[in-house]
């Protein structure tokens, strides 16, 4: 059982009420896939209470109507084990072991292409690669353009402060472990990402710029795959932000679902506190449209990574 701050409650709190309405919205089409590609553990606890929560998997496994389709992908064997054991008996749901990055490629191929499909992508960090992304959103590409119907829709975790941390280091550092190449995997291309770095350490914008312009060129990857809504949500821990938990979608019902499951009043349980009292939730705001004409500095157009 991994322990974790009450922040990851409160992702997995949005989780469920997400793929609940996700369910009931497409309980008439013949099929639902939900594809998990950091399944991690069945079971969480909050750190320095014995309060535990259910995982993803779990959760995903739980909702009513249920998937037809629900793939585990994991890379940790204990991990593997717990989850096997966890869909023993659901004929509509497989793990998956592997690197996610291999593995969800291959697993796509065996997937009903017309269904409504939700992918989680939850990493710890930096393991998620660009390429992954595009498979993802290429899956459905060529029927959802045909029939105008929706690509596959991600929540993805985009580690804004582990950006921030990992090209924070001093020159020397960044150049010697290739720490621009390993953010660029994570984007899929070059250029801008660069841009911004290096203005940080010229103190052309300050650190708060460089790690907002992170995530927003994050973002403008994902509307270049063509997807028509995207909305962002910032997880603060008790010293800031820690990560965005970044939505895509082609259906504006799929948007406001999540704008809703983001906006709502949600007790975020902490170790500390006698009572669960539900804590307001700011309104959403569209930060990401329209963020290059406010920013200082130009930035240059995206190369590919071959
Ligand atoms: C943040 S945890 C996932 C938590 C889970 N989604 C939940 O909400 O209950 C990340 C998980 O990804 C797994 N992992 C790390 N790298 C991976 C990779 N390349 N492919 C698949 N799983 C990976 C880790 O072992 C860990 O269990």
């Given amino acids: 059982m991994r322990a974790w701050k009450s922040?990851?409650?409160?992702?997995?709190?949005?989780?469920?009420d997400y793929l609940e309405v996700f369910a009931k919205a497409s309980s008439s089409a013949a099929n639902r896939v939900y594809l998990d590609a950091f399944a991690g553990e069945t079971l969480n606890r909050i750190a320095g209470t014995d309060r535990t929560f259910p995982g993803s998997a779990e959760t995903a496994l739980e909702v009513k109507p249920p998937f037809t389709h629900v793939?585990?992908?994991e890379l940790a064997r204990?991990?593997?084990g717990e989850l096997s054991e966890l869909v023993a008996d659901r004929p509509n749901a497989r793990v998956v072991h592997g690197d996610c990055n291999v593995t969800i490629p291959a697993a796509l191929t065996s997937l009903p292409m017309k269904a409504p499909t939700f992918a989680f992508l939850d990493p710890d960090g930096m393991e998620l690669d660009w390429a992954t992304v595009r498979a993802l959103a290429d899956h459905k590409r060529a029927y959802a353009e045909e029939f105008d119907k929706s690509k596959v829709e991600m929540w993805i975790l985009f580690s804004t402060s582990g950006m921030v941390r990992m090209l924070g280091k001093n020159r020397e550092a960044v150049g010697e472990n290739r720490l621009l190449d390993k953010a660029a995997r994570l984007y899929g291309a070059s250029g801008p990402l660069e841009r911004v770095w290096e203005a940080k350490l010229a103190g052309e914008i300050t650190g708060g710029e460089a790690q907002k312009a992170y995530l927003?060129?994050?973002m403008?990857?994902?509307a270049d795959l063509g997807y028509q809504h995207l909305l962002v949500r910032p997880i603060?821990?008790?010293r800031g932000e820690l990560y965005a938990m970044v939505f895509a979608s082609d259906h504006p019902a799929g948007a406001n679902i999540m704008q809703w499951a983001q906006e709502r009043d949600r007790v975020r349980p902490r170790a500390d506190?006698?009572?669960d009292v539900p804590e307001p939730r700011p309104a959403y705001e569209d930060l990401h449209t329209g963020w290059?004409?406010?920013?200082p500095i130009e930035l240059p157009t995206w190369t590919e990574l071959a």
């Fill in 220 to 222: 403008d990857r994902l």
């Fill in 7 to 16: 922040h990851s409650y409160e992702k997995l709190s949005i989780l469920t």
């Fill in 292 to 295: 290059r004409n406010e920013f």
């Fill in 78 to 80: 204990k991990r593997v």
């Fill in 216 to 218: 927003f060129l994050y």
């Fill in 236 to 238: 603060h821990g008790s």
């Fill in 273 to 275: 506190t006698l009572f």
């Fill in 71 to 73: 793939r585990l992908f």
